[in-house]
């Protein structure tokens, strides 16, 4: 994963210029500092937003480092009890105060929390991990700076037509109907979130994956009426559910967060994702 910084961009200081952490007297008794920034690459590349959002056609995102305030966020019980702690740090490191954490593609802003993460504590994250074959849970140390960034699939070969919003659209093998989906945004993770603790705080049946595939969906064959998606979703063959949801995957960029992992107790080497635990932002 590639995590640019500043200086190696053209209209950076020049190798001359006092560096960024440059710590300058303002009396003999204050300080002034200056706190360094770097560019992040979007995994998007900005293709995904409309003209008017402030990320259109843009392939880097500017974030300062975390700073010990901004510790403070991440240990407000008020912000942690809402679910908003991650998103008020990301509002306070980005440079670029237009941007709505909210409105960036879920594929970007992962790439923004795992860039903060890695400002403020460093690359190496240590996790538990089950082994997937054995079932042996042990810690493993994750290298986050080797990320990769899933880019933007190929159109032309996987017969999806990408819109000029940003939408995408393609056909269902079994039903051979024609869908049309949308990439799903931060605030979109919010409501899916939402929804399902309101069905679990009502006892109601869990359904996540139609959940998922009725925020994401746009228009089936050329039709947006609420009526037509709900019916549709409710007796789409599961072959077409899963191929819409492995496309989406295929084509929309994200950060592929799973790296190797070699179990200590039966030797397998397993690809496995880094899982996203409360130490990720609160190392011990």
């Keep these: 994963m590639s995590f640019r910084n500043n200086e190696d961009r053209v209209g950076a200081r020049p190798s ?10 303002k009396t003999d008794h204050e300080f002034s500092f200056a706190t ?9 590349k900005g293709k995904f937003y409309s003209e008017e959002h402030p990320l259109h056609n843009r392939d880097t995102i500017e974030i300062r480092f975390m700073t010990a305030k ?3 966020i ?16 990301l509002q306070n490191v980005l440079v670029d105060k237009t941007i709505n954490p909210d409105d960036l593609l879920i594929g970007d802003k992962n790439a923004l929390i795992v860039a903060a993460r890695v400002t403020g504590y460093g690359a190496e994250y240590s996790a538990r991990v089950t082994c997937p074959v054995c079932g042996t849970m042990t810690s493993h140390s994750f290298d986050l700076e080797k990320l990769n960034i899933h880019v933007e699939g190929e159109p032309e070969e996987s017969g ?7 939408n995408i659209s393609f056909e269902l093998p079994k039903s051979k109907v024609q869908v049309t989906v949308r990439p799903l945004t931060g605030n979109d993770e919010k409501k899916l979130l ?3 603790e309101a069905k679990r705080k009502h006892k109601l049946p869990e359904s996540s994956l139609t959940d998922q595939i009725r925020m994401m969906l746009v228009s089936v064959n050329g ?24 496309t ?37």
């Design 160 to 166: 999806i037509s990408c819109e000029e919003n940003g």
């Design 16 to 25: 001359d210029a006092p560096p960024v952490e440059q710590i300058s007297n």
């Design 248 to 284: 989406y995957a295929s084509v929309i960029p994200d950060v592929n967060l799973n790296q190797s992992f070699t179990c200590p107790a039966c030797a397998v080497e397993e690809e496995v994702m880094v899982p996203f635990t409360t130490d990720f932002f609160w190392p011990k």
């Design 223 to 246: 039709t947006s009426e609420a009526n037509t998606i709900n019916s549709f979703i409710e007796n789409m063959p599961a072959s077409d559910s899963r191929y819409l949801r492995t």
């Design 70 to 72: 901004d510790e403070d």
């Design 74 to 89: 991440l240990t407000s019980r008020t912000l942690l009890q809402k679910g908003i702690a991650i998103d008020r740090l």
């Design 36 to 44: 360094p920034t770097q560019f992040v690459d979007l995994p998007s």
């Design 194 to 196: 939402g929804i399902a």
